[in-house]
């Protein structure tokens, strides 16, 4: 047998190496620098040249398509095997990090840094699983393509472009979720809702800066003294055990109540803070828009209010209310909602806007889809037998998930890690990390179903 881990292990400086180089690049969506060939910013762009720069050093073929994505072409075969990852990341707090937020920093036995456990590392593991294999003699049905995008964080036009310019692969896989391997993912809606409200004594609300992060920061500027508010904010942050502040900004009092950020697809994980600042705005004043967040959103992050909640062969519905901007009495709601295909999108909408129209809300919204693949397939039973191999984890079987991926945007193609089960890497949080030893282990699992894949 083979052993893929050691051959890791003969190539894990230089992972390090190429990891770090791709983290200490900001590739967060910019649209102030965008540009020709460069359609998500300077960062985005700047981390596209640098993996594009790796498969030239080691002598593959690369293929830039316009700045939305790029490829590597590794090796021989009739068909291709695609392993589909992404280089951008969602921002960062200015605090609460203890280490660089851009960067690839080694503490023991732990990384730390935005992008190392999504996705820079596990799709840097992947790729140098693809050279581990590449290397190897043995008649294949399959060339491996790593293609990696920069969009995948705000919706995933990167990748959409690319096969509107590129064939799709015969199969492939994403490293972008959780092992085992991933089966299903929810259909997932992202609405944008717009409205005017009476301001009353409330001047503006903040917080929030994705559909699918849970927002950890939430402000509101109200007219009035802070000896007006102090008694019962202070009463509203004991009760819930939360942190925050209230002082005087100029002529008017601020109040910051702070959460715990967390991924979209798993908002029950997270305090919101925007959702837990609108309960208490909703106790000492008088405004439509804090009274439907209020009503629809606090404490309930399956859509029980909201009439959605469902449980079907994909898992419960989420709903993360990820962004609140309230200012001059206009207001924008942005949310993710992820659900089992027995929800239908149409149902979905009706229901929503429902409620929402009652109060005076726009809405503009985007639909993915569902994806499910047969768990008995060659390709769903070969990429978990690589991962029993290589963790002799008999007790955690292919899965479905709330998280969307590159997967759904090709036919037969699914997420394979790299988070592994019980872990939690803090992705979307301050102090993303991963553990080396994981890192290395999934280019080995990655490496053994490569190798079971593409060879004839």
Same mark, same amino acid.
Request: charged share 25%; hydrophobic share 35%; aromatic share 10%.
């Given at each position: 047998?083979?052993?893929?881990? #050691?051959?890791?292990?003969?190539?894990?400086?230089?992972?390090?190496?190429?990891?770090?180089?791709?983290?200490?690049?900001?590739?967060?969506?910019?649209?102030?620098?965008?540009?020709?060939?460069?359609?998500?910013? =300077?960062?985005?762009?700047?981390?596209?040249?640098?993996?594009?720069?790796?498969?030239?050093?080691?002598?593959? $073929?690369?293929?830039?398509?316009?700045?939305?994505?790029?490829?590597?072409? !590794?090796?021989?075969?009739?068909?291709?095997?695609? @392993?589909?990852?992404?280089?951008?990341?969602?921002?960062? #707090?200015?605090?609460?990090?203890? /280490?660089?937020?851009?960067?690839?920093?080694?503490?023991?036995?732990?990384?730390?840094?935005?992008?190392?456990?999504?996705?820079?590392?596990?799709?840097?593991?992947?790729? /140098?699983?693809?050279? @581990? $294999?590449?290397?190897?003699?043995?008649?294949?049905?399959?060339?491996? &393509?790593?293609?990696?995008?920069?969009?995948?964080?705000? *919706?995933?036009?990167?990748?959409?472009?690319?096969?509107? +310019?590129?064939?799709?692969?015969?199969?492939?896989?994403?490293?972008? =979720?959780?092992?085992?391997?991933?089966?299903?993912?929810?259909? !997932?809606?992202?609405?944008?809702?717009?409205?005017?409200?009476?301001? +009353?004594?409330?001047?503006?609300?903040?917080?929030?800066?994705?559909?699918?992060?849970?927002?950890?920061?939430?402000?509101?500027?109200?007219?009035?003294?802070?000896?007006?508010?102090?008694?019962?904010?202070?009463?509203?942050?004991?009760?819930?055990?939360?942190?925050?502040?209230?002082?005087?900004?100029? #002529? %008017?009092?601020?109040?910051?109540?702070?959460?715990?950020?967390?991924?979209?697809?798993?908002?029950?994980?997270?305090?919101?803070?925007?959702?837990?600042?609108?309960?208490?705005?909703?106790?000492?004043?008088?405004?439509?828009?804090?009274?439907?967040?209020?009503? /629809?959103?606090?404490?309930?992050?399956?859509?029980?209010?909201?009439? !959605? =909640?469902?449980? *079907?062969?994909?898992?419960?519905?989420?709903?993360?209310?990820?962004?609140?901007?309230?200012?001059?009495?206009?207001?924008?709601?942005?949310?993710? @909602? &992820?659900?089992?295909?027995?929800?239908?999108?149409?149902?979905?909408?009706?229901?929503?806007?429902?409620?929402?129209?009652?109060?005076?809300?726009?809405?503009?919204?985007?639909?993915?889809?569902?994806?499910?693949?047969?768990?008995?397939?060659?390709? %769903?039973?070969?990429? +978990? =037998?690589?991962?029993?191999?290589?963790?002799?984890?008999?007790? +955690?079987?292919?899965? %479905? !998930?709330?998280?969307?991926?590159?997967?759904?945007?090709?036919?037969?193609?699914?997420?394979?890690?790299?988070?592994?089960?019980?872990?939690?890497?803090?992705?979307?949080?301050?102090?993303?990390? @991963?553990?080396?030893?994981?890192?290395?282990?999934?280019?080995?699992?990655?490496?053994?179903?490569?190798?079971?894949?593409?060879?004839?």
């Amino acid at each position: 047998m083979i052993d893929f881990y #050691n051959e890791v292990l003969k190539e894990k400086e230089n992972l390090l190496t190429d990891l770090k180089t791709l983290c200490q690049i900001p590739s967060v969506l910019d649209k102030s620098t965008a540009k020709e060939n460069q359609p998500f910013g =300077a960062g985005c762009r700047q981390a596209l040249d640098a993996m594009l720069a790796i498969g030239k050093r080691d002598g593959f $073929v690369t293929d830039d398509v316009d700045g939305y994505a790029g490829s590597i072409d !590794i090796g021989e075969g009739e068909d291709v095997f695609g @392993i589909l990852g992404h280089l951008d990341v969602v921002p960062v #707090n200015k605090t609460g990090w203890n /280490y660089p937020q851009f960067d690839a920093t080694l503490d023991g036995d732990r990384l730390y840094g935005r992008g190392v456990a999504d996705d820079k590392g596990p799709l840097l593991a992947a790729y /140098y699983a693809a050279k @581990i $294999v590449n290397r190897m003699q043995f008649d294949r049905r399959y060339k491996m &393509r790593v293609i990696f995008g920069c969009d995948e964080e705000n *919706g995933s036009s990167c990748v959409d472009y690319y096969f509107k +310019h590129r064939p799709y692969p015969a199969m492939g896989f994403t490293p972008d =979720a959780d092992f085992p391997v991933v089966y299903g993912e929810k259909a !997932i809606s992202q609405y944008t809702l717009s409205g005017d409200f009476s301001q +009353h004594d409330i001047i503006g609300i903040y917080g929030g800066k994705r559909f699918n992060v849970v927002p950890s920061v939430a402000e509101a500027y109200l007219k009035g003294d802070v000896k007006d508010y102090e008694a019962s904010f202070k009463a509203f942050l004991a009760q819930y055990s939360l942190k925050g502040m209230i002082g005087k900004e100029g #002529n %008017v009092v601020k109040l910051l109540v702070k959460g715990r950020s967390a991924h979209g697809s798993m908002p029950q994980k997270g305090i919101n803070a925007v959702v837990y600042l609108c309960h208490y705005l909703n106790s000492i004043s008088k405004n439509a828009l804090v009274d439907f967040v209020d009503r /629809y959103f606090f404490e309930d992050t399956s859509g029980k209010a909201l009439g !959605i =909640a469902n449980e *079907g062969r994909l898992g419960t519905t989420t709903v993360n209310l990820g962004v609140l901007n309230y200012k001059e009495g206009h207001a924008q709601i942005k949310l993710d @909602i &992820r659900y089992s295909d027995e929800l239908t999108h149409k149902k979905l909408q009706e229901t929503l806007m429902s409620h929402a129209k009652e109060v005076g809300f726009n809405e503009k919204h985007n639909d993915t889809d569902a994806l499910y693949v047969d768990p008995n397939s060659e390709l %769903v039973t070969k990429l +978990h =037998a690589s991962y029993v191999e290589y963790t002799n984890d008999h007790d +955690h079987h292919p899965q %479905v !998930i709330g998280g969307g991926t590159y997967a759904k945007e090709m036919p037969n193609c699914v997420a394979f890690g790299a988070e592994f089960p019980g872990r939690d890497n803090h992705m979307h949080e301050d102090n993303e990390t @991963i553990l080396l030893d994981e890192l290395l282990k999934s280019a080995a699992i990655y490496a053994k179903a490569l190798y079971d894949l593409i060879k004839k």
